[in-house]
């Protein structure tokens, strides 16, 4: 997928999902140390904004192995070790927690109206007690960074008693450009920084 030029007195580069090999599904997560997506998060009239870098990569039974630091320049920490492959993205742990067994958090090949559960095996009172999915299909979403073809995956989370939905929308070869959290946050991609 490639997407036209931004203007050049836009900040944001213009992007291209990484290329597939013949033969192969796309991955819905980068996979290259030093791969950069920096993101825009609007809660109320807060505006702030955060770095995921790929710090580690690992290739492991066919998939890829991706650890991701976030954080905001001289706050960086580790946020996530995620398993990326042409069956979907599975967490391993994130700043939260290590799942065991890892969990789903996108099955591929994405068909509008699959569902699943990813409560995770250790879920306890005070924490997540219920974490289903659902597939809702293929949507253009525009963000800073560009437009771009993305699967919508809203995750209903039970938690302590109260109900939410998180929205995902997930692109090749880049991963999520967009996340919505009910009416409290929106997070938007900005910019995608590949590794040269």
């Known amino acids: 997928m490639r997407l036209a030029a931004v203007a050049l007195i836009v900040s944001c580069l213009p992007l291209a999902a990484a290329p597939v090999p ?45 650890t991701v630091s976030r954080g905001a320049p001289g706050r960086v920490k580790p946020a996530e070790k995620i ?30 109206g699959d569902e699943w559960d990813s409560t995770p095996a250790n879920a306890k009172l005070g924490d997540v007690t219920g ?17 771009f073809k993305a699967v919508r995956v809203d995750t209903t989370i039970s938690l302590s008693g109260e109900r939410f939905v998180v929205s995902h929308w997930y692109a090749p070869g880049v991963g999520v450009v967009k996340m919505v959290k009910g009416k409290r ?12």
């Open 131 to 147: 974490r289903t999915n659902k597939v809702i299909g293929e949507e253009e979403v525009e963000v800073p960074a560009g437009k």
């Open 22 to 66: 013949k033969g192969k599904a796309p991955l819905y997560h980068v996979t290259t140390v030093g791969d950069k997506l920096t993101c825009e998060v609007k809660a109320g009239d807060a505006v702030t904004e955060h770095t995921d870098t790929v710090t580690a990569a690992e290739e492991k039974d066919g998939a890829v192995v991706v």
């Open 185 to 196: 946050s929106v997070t938007a991609l900005k910019k995608y920084t590949p590794t040269k």
């Open 83 to 112: 398993v990326v492959s042409e069956t979907g993205l599975m967490v391993v742990s994130d700043d939260f927690r290590e799942y065991d067994p890892p969990v789903a958090r996108l099955k591929l090949p994405a068909k509008a």
